[in-house]
């Protein structure tokens, strides 16, 4: 069974600086994707970036980007020039075969110090 | 955009109860997924339906059941509510069942309590 760990449960970034979230999963598939969402305190869920496993280059999203290094199941979130809003939590997931089913990770509480 | 509207934002039930907990789509998606995501243990996956009529087991199935009669709405059951069901309850639904690349659209959530 495929598994996706988030070993930090919580981060903080200094408002304009650059912060990395980390994610390791675990599969056997050879075809599949990865993807980070945000959830703001009492908001909605929404996709942040996404990254096909077959391309080599990494996802860029504005200031989101992804570190996506295949060979060692990694897939870590930069957010660049940080902002109040980007404090939320974020969950890293991963999907493969049919009907988009996603694994989460259990999830990183971002805070951003004005 | 896509909206998935969660029907209660807040729901207080007492144990034994059947709850229902609805979720409509406007975006004629063929997915549509139920989980209940608990502070520690990220989100987990009850049920998923990829058409009208059929279901799937998710991780976590037990002391749940649902029901998809439209292809707008998924519905999450609780047959007899329990204290561990307490928790928040995120609907979400994808476009097609033939992708697994399709990002999931999510509601707002409805925060469950069982006293």
């Known amino acids: 069974a495929q598994t996706v760990t988030q070993s930090q449960p919580e981060m903080s970034v200094q408002e304009a600086e650059t912060v990395t979230l980390s994610c390791t999963y675990d599969t056997s598939e050879s075809d599949y994707y990865l993807f980070w969402y945000k959830q703001p305190p009492s908001r909605q869920m929404i996709l942040v970036i996404r990254?096909?496993?077959?391309?080599?280059q990494n996802a860029t999203e504005n200031r989101f980007s992804v570190n996506f290094q295949k060979a060692a199941k990694s897939f870590s979130l930069k957010i660049s020039d940080s902002q109040l809003g980007d404090a939320a939590m974020y969950f890293c997931?991963?999907?493969?075969?049919?009907?988009?089913?996603?694994?989460f990770g259990k999830g990183i509480t971002l805070s951003v110090r004005p | 955009d896509v909206k998935v509207t969660q029907s209660s934002r807040y729901l207080v039930k007492r144990t034994g109860e059947k709850v229902f907990l609805e979720c409509v789509q406007d975006?004629?998606?063929?997915?549509m997924f139920w989980y209940r995501q608990d502070p520690g243990l990220g989100l987990r996956l009850i049920y998923f339906s990829y058409d009208v009529k059929m279901k799937e087991k998710g991780d976590i199935p037990e002391g749940y059941s649902v029901s998809r009669e439209k292809k707008e709405r998924f519905s999450l059951i609780l047959e007899s509510a329990s204290t561990n069901q307490t928790s928040m309850y995120l609907c979400a639904s994808s476009f097609t069942a033939a992708l697994s690349n399709q990002p999931q659209h999510f509601g707002d959530g409805t925060r469950l309590s069982i006293l």
């Open positions: 975006m004629d998606h063929e997915n």
């Open positions: 990254q096909e496993a077959y391309k080599q």
């Open positions: 997931a991963y999907s493969s075969g049919a009907n988009s089913k996603l694994t």
